[in-house]
């Protein structure tokens, strides 16, 4: 089973969320999605964690054996390839990496070499698995990272609450592509409102099924009236609390606190239920 915590900005209690439910959870996994800022790690502190290299494949031209025919730079929708001063120079940050121009060329004048895009850090602590993503600071894309990701827990039989990017982009897209649930957490304010029907509208695209649960929650919000009008279930509500958000401010898991527990217990038991499980 997975699980997608999803919001349509950061800050908004997402990291708070996947934490505490993947802590909770019975074989629970953490997969920390929000690789170009992410904070996992604040609170599953790993003593002996493992850290691998994810890599792509970028073009790279042997002049001596190109004939000019133009055809990789005719190919490349990403302008990643340009015919300059008679030969064909590559823009690697511009690079998708789909391999594209190495098949087009005529000549075989294109191979691939790789280039680091990023790191996964993974580990277990507390009888929770551990993956997070890392991008190389000024790198147009995560989602290479995002992918490797989730294909090293997409055959997995625990619980995989996924820490999403927030917003509703391209990276966003591709880290629920597996998930069997979207939760979406928001604020009850007018800008939180937004931000929820932002990625609820995206959910809805990727025909998932969805729960909101309200962060700094009060008394008859607009997030509780956009749920009843959209017909999504309120699946927690987690109180304005001074002493929760010290905690949680500490990198200390709050879900770990008794007087907490119940607050998180519950969160997850109705995902449960939304799921039939």
């Known amino acids: 089973m997975q699980i997608a915590i ?75 390839l340009a015919f300059i001063l008679d030969k064909v120079r590559v823009f690697k940050d511009l690079c998708h990496s789909c391999g594209g121009c190495k098949l087009v060329c005529p000549t075989n004048a294109i191979s691939e070499i790789d280039k680091t895009v990023g790191y996964i850090h993974s580990g277990k602590i507390f009888d929770t698995n551990i993956y997070s993503g890392e991008m190389i600071v000024g790198l147009e894309s995560g989602i290479p990272i995002i992918d490797e990701l989730l294909n090293q827990v997409k055959n997995s ?42 990625v609820y509208n995206l959910v809805k695209v990727f025909n998932k099924k969805v729960g909101i649960v309200i962060n700094k929650a009060s008394e008859n919000s607009i997030i509780e009236d956009y749920a009843l009008e959209n017909n999504v279930n309120i699946i927690g509500r987690i109180p304005m609390d001074l002493e929760l958000g010290r905690i949680n401010s500490e990198g200390k898991i709050v879900a770990s606190y008794d007087e907490y527990k119940p607050l998180f217990t519950d969160i997850l038991t109705n995902i449960y239920k939304e799921l039939n499980l």
């Open 157 to 198: 039989s625990r619980n995989v609450f996924i820490d999403s990017p927030p917003g509703n982009g391209c990276s966003v897209m591709e880290s629920i592509r597996d998930s069997n649930y979207c939760l979406l957490i928001a604020e009850p304010t007018i800008f939180g409102l937004h931000n929820l029907n932002m």
């Open 6 to 80: 999803l919001s349509g900005k950061g800050g908004t209690g997402k990291t708070l969320l996947s934490v505490n439910l993947s802590y909770l959870a019975e074989n629970g996994t953490y997969v920390d999605c929000d690789v170009e800022e992410p904070n996992g790690l604040l609170y599953y502190q790993l003593e002996n964690k493992k850290t691998e290299e994810v890599s792509i494949k970028i073009p790279v031209v042997n002049h001596d054996l190109c004939n000019g025919c133009e055809k990789c730079t005719d190919f490349c929708k990403f302008n990643a």
